[in-house]
């Protein structure tokens, strides 16, 4: 009986038949393979499937994907050709120029000779952006916490609507605002800071007026939409387990925000005070109108004067020759490297931060 080999019933002709499951010779399998794609043989004598269906040459997948490498190559060829374009228009300027580009603290590029240097208006640029920072990130944390976690619902929603129609209004604004109606009240306080904090350096003496502390207030203003929308929108994603487990164990709300969503928001909250500090470096109208418009360095923040790189090149440009053209756009050229090293450094914040969080995890 071991001897006989198995025999099943033919389904057409109610017959037996042989299995060849088993009986084919070392490679049968193989041809099977390749006999189940032909279509003059039958697979269902064979026992194999048809042949898998062959990827499309082009199809919506590759393209997208050739549309999202365009879209990429496209930013990195812009970001070239602008950083070509300024370094071509500058570099005649800069020959032309007698005195040394980073350290002098005048502009003449229409003299003959041309005397200009940026380091008056990098460290302006510079100083006014910190310290609208150093106002305008607490206060937008403190109402971004509020209107995702301490608010109602309604409430958060009307005010988040309010503080974001603050971003559309236009720079111009800000800046007559500031010049008119905001310069006494700032005045009044540069003279209390003088007064009582006379003996730290950057609280010096007046006349008080378009001040560095000045643009810097409207700075603040400006960009305190910005970090806060953004902000709140990181804080609301928190995960809502994080949230209940640290209430669970017995937190307080503030202790539940300190423990689960700071931390986890920290690389978005990074992300938000880049962007405000990137508005607050290329802002224009604003410091053209509120700051002084002098070539300084100096340290005191209450004093009339100031200027912005910025600024500058907004109130110059008409009045410049082809030298003066030049100089402005060198200035320009600078101010780009500055947003550029500003964008890298967030990035790497971020990416520091992300990989010390997943090998956390």
């Known amino acids: 009986m071991g001897d006989n080999p198995h025999r099943s019933a033919h389904a057409g002709t109610g017959g037996t038949r042989v299995a060849t499951s088993h009986e084919g010779p070392a490679g049968a399998s193989a041809r099977v393979a390749e006999t189940s794609g032909n279509p003059g043989t039958s697979d269902s004598c064979l026992g194999g499937g048809g ?36 370094i071509a228009k500058a570099v005649p300027a800069l020959r032309a ?17 041309a005397k200009f240097g940026i380091g008056a208006l990098a460290f302006g640029t510079v100083l006014s952006s910190a310290l609208a920072l150093l106002m305008a990130v607490p206060v937008a944390l403190g109402i971004a916490l509020y209107l995702s976690h301490y608010a109602p619902r309604r409430l958060g929603n009307a005010l988040g609507f309010l503080i974001d129609l603050l971003a559309a209004v236009p720079s111009v604004v800000f800046g ?29 003496e007046g006349p008080y007026g378009s001040s560095i502390l000045l643009g810097s207030v409207v700075l603040a203003i400006m960009v305190l939409p910005i970090i806060t929308s953004l902000s709140r929108e990181v804080f609301r994603q928190t995960p809502t387990a994080n949230e209940e487990a640290a209430l669970a164990l017995g937190a307080t709300r503030w202790e539940m925000i300190r423990t689960a969503v700071l931390p986890y928001g920290r690389p978005g909250v990074i992300a938000a005070v880049m962007l ?86």
Not at 59 to 67: K, N, V, Y
Not at 179 to 185: M, N, W
Not at 331 to 357: D, K, P
């Open 176 to 204: 007559l605002w500031g010049r008119d109606y905001f310069v006494g009240p700032v005045g009044d306080l540069s003279a209390w800071l003088h007064e009582y904090f006379g003996w730290i350096p950057i609280f010096g």
């Open 276 to 361: 405000g500090l990137g508005r607050a470096l290329g802002e224009t109208i604003a410091l053209a109108l509120t700051l002084g418009s002098t070539y300084a360095i100096s340290f005191n923040i209450l004093q009339s004067g100031g200027n912005s790189i910025a600024a500058n090149i907004a109130l110059k440009f008409a009045e410049a020759n082809g030298t003066g053209r030049g100089a402005l756009i060198a200035s320009g050229l600078v101010l780009f490297a500055i947003t550029l090293i500003v964008n890298i450094t967030a990035r790497a914040i971020i990416y520091r931060r992300r990989e010390f969080t997943e090998s956390a995890a």
């Open 51 to 86: 042949a898998l269906p062959r990827a499309r040459a082009f199809g919506a997948e590759r393209a997208f994907r050739g549309l999202t490498l365009a879209a990429g190559t496209a930013v990195l060829v812009i970001i070239a050709a602008i950083a070509i374009f300024l």
């Open 97 to 113: 120029n007698t005195e040394s580009f980073w350290t002098f603290e005048g502009w003449f590029p229409n003299d003959d000779p």
